[in-house]
């Protein structure tokens, strides 16, 4: 025996219960509320002790035998029809998301929505979803700016750090002419050199691959261009003296070293001064350096990273660096999906050309070329199929590689959007920064004036 029906001993009425709802009093059936066991008022039934129905209500009266409930009294109107009906309607003038919480409170589920205004529900809940996401988006470009404005923080902790350093005052206007470029005409112009350096060296090396620059010596051993090798020597002796400069003048020597941009700076000029021991050493021609040559033309070709370089001076490339690093969850989605397709589509065209003497996806690792540059959308052309179910395998290759790359893009041009904007608003701040400490300075120098102003007014 539930506590409920010792209770309704007293009571001769026992086949009903009183509800107050915010001071709307009803009294209901068990008959009716027995038909809709899993909502809040049937399980109320069921409980077989005070402590459960307080669980269930916001206050209980025992000799009354009335339930309380601090709920829209309006709404609850809705709720009795939902008993006697089975169905229940969508009150108008309550947002779709107040309406979702007062049904999941009561015990109402989504499937005993009336026909005629479930339709009307799900596009109202659409619509806040999608509001919702906007908010998000928002918020998390608030958060953006909000970052740059904790990297704002950071660049004034990193000038505080001169304060009792050697040479402060020194290191520090030297510092601020090399990190920023908005700071000074000096700034600027020093930016613009050292851009104009990282053009030359990529520009150097790009004409060192034709063969018209190639040289040999007396023994038909491959030589560099001495004017090539002169402009090399130039860019990496500039590249080592700034790195070394900015290192010097660093607040924290820590704290560069472990920052990306320089990182890839040294990067730049490391494979030069390895090459060159290399060189040296192979002068010996030993036996045991037969792969030196190797090793050589490996660092040598990484002199491509110094086009990396020229992050320091684009906020395009910061963005695209920083959108690498938090999207890689699409960018692992995107590899996936391409991989699962790459590995489907090579089978289905190996099976469907191999027959084909014309052909030449003879092999399922062809397949994956050809699929790869398919769903891609590159299309070489050096592989193609030649039956008809080989075409029609291809187009839908071509279909499915279209929706695949197209997925997880739409995030990442967002975050990319973001990132972007995030820095230049950063560069706006610097700038801001800039001319502001200008103007103190400015305001500083002329204090002097004004006190001999009023030195002299205080003499006449």
Known sequence: ??????????????????????????????????RFPQTRLGRLLCCSSKEAI?????????????????????????????????????????????????IEYWGIKERHLDSCCSNKFQALKECAEDKGWDQRSDEQQLHSSDSSIEELSS??????????????????????????????????????????????????????????FHQVDLNDKEIENPVLAFFENVCVLCFSVEFLLRLAVAPSARKFLCSPLNIIDLISIMPFYTTLAFDIVDEGESTELENVG??????????????????????????????LRHCYREVGLLVLFLSVGISIFSVLIYFVEKESQESELQTIPIGWWWATISMTTVGYGDTF??????????????ICGLLIVALPITNIFNK?????????????????????????????????????????????
Not at 8 to 33: A, S, T, Y
Not at 64 to 83: A, G, I, K, T, W
Not at 172 to 199: D, Q, T
């Open 54 to 102: 307080l669980e269930l209500c916001d206050d209980f009266s025992p000799s009354e035998m009335e339930y309380y409930f601090d709920r829209s009294p309006s709404f609850f109107c809705y709720v009795l029809n939902f008993y006697l009906t089975g169905k229940i309607h969508l009150m108008e003038g309550l947002c779709v998301v107040s309406f979702s919480q007062e």
């Open 385 to 398: 199929p030649v039956t008809l179910a080989g075409k029609l395998v291809g187009t839908l290759c071509i």
């Open 294 to 323: 190797k090793v050589v033309q490996i660092l040598r070709l990484m002199r491509v990273f110094r086009i990396l370089k020229l992050a320091r001076h684009s906020a395009g490339l910061r963005s695209l660096g920083a959108t």
């Open 155 to 212: 660049l004034d902790k990193d000038l505080e750090m001169f304060e009792g350093s050697w040479c402060a005052d020194v290191r520090k206007n030297i510092w601020l002419r090399l990190e920023n470029p908005g700071y000074s005409s000096l700034a600027k112009a020093m930016a613009v050199a050292s851009m104009s350096v990282v053009i030359t060296s990529i520009v150097a090396m790009c004409v060192h691959s034709m063969p018209d």
């Open 416 to 460: 990319f959007a973001k990132f972007y904007q995030r820095q230049k608003h950063m560069d706006i701040s610097l700038r801001s920064c800039n001319a502001l400490q200008d103007g103190v300075l400015l305001h500083m120098r002329d204090i002097p004036d004004i006190n001999k102003f009023r030195e002299n007014a205080d003499l006449v």
């Open 1 to 34: 025996m539930v506590y409920g029906e010792i209770l309704r001993r007293h009571c001769p009425d026992d086949c009903f219960i009183n509800v107050n709802v915010g001071g709307f009093k009803q009294r209901m059936e068990h008959d009716v509320l027995k």
